[in-house]
T-cell receptor
């Protein structure tokens, strides 16, 4: 059963506007969350993280919001740029963890239209 | 910079062949992982290792085995390749302490015919 879900397989946004990517999870025992960005034929690269003790983390154009009561996190990109076009994965880490295992979502493909 | 390398970018094998995928990391990370990525299914964990010679099954271990004889190297083995193992295979490594992020290799696109 998928513990981390990204219900939107794709998203298109105009350049300069805000992109909002969403992620839902089912396990309340996740304590750390990551967002990754993946270009075709490359490995995912780390984008931004958030601990469960916070509700927001910001890094330049990227902001991640965590709503623990709703078991929901979102990634905001503003302003969106054509180079942001990629697949975005969210990932969640269980508190009880051997080996720093993360559960990944199915990904959202973002297209930023120039 | 952390570097995770994978032995091949593209691989074509025949059904029934034994396939070895190699992964090497240069950051002395304790943890290493093998995932496969398929359209609509995201990244699914096959196996991971938290120490030399230690391994644990992920979500989809069937048809795969792994080996970790040295800290920097983690191998994925397909004992008898099948067409449903055609996929993108991604290796990752991570430390056990903060930050927890996993560092990924470039991936191996495996096609089994």
């Amino acid at each position: 059963d998928q513990q981390v879900k990204q219900n939107s397989p794709s998203l298109s946004v105009q350049e300069g506007r805000i992109s909002i990517l969403n992620c839902d999870y089912t396990n309340s025992m996740f304590d750390y969350f990551l967002w990754y960005k993946k270009y075709p034929a490359e490995g995912p690269t780390f984008l931004i993280s958030i601990s469960s003790i916070k509700d927001k983390n910001e890094d330049g154009r990227f902001t991640v919001f965590l709503n623990k009561s709703a078991k929901h996190l979102s990634l905001h990109i503003v302003p969106s740029q054509p180079g942001d076009s990629a697949v975005y994965f969210c990932a969640a880490r269980p508190m009880r963890n051997t080996g720093n295992q993360f559960y990944f979502g199915t990904g959202t493909s973002l297209t930023v239209i120039p | 910079d952390v570097k995770v390398t994978q032995s091949s970018r593209y691989l074509v094998k025949r059904t029934g062949e034994k396939v070895f995928l190699e992964c090497v990391q240069d950051m002395d990370h304790e943890n290493m992982f093998w995932y496969r990525q398929d359209p609509g299914l995201g990244l699914r964990l096959i196996y991971f290792s938290y120490d030399v010679k230690m391994k644990e099954k992920g979500d989809i271990p069937e048809g795969y085995s792994v080996s970790r004889e040295k800290k920097e190297r983690f191998s994925l083995i397909l004992e008898s390749a099948s067409t449903n193992q055609t996929s993108m295979y991604l290796c990752a490594s991570s430390p056990s302490l903060l930050p927890y992020e996993q560092y990924f290799g470039p991936g191996t696109r495996l096609t089994v015919t």
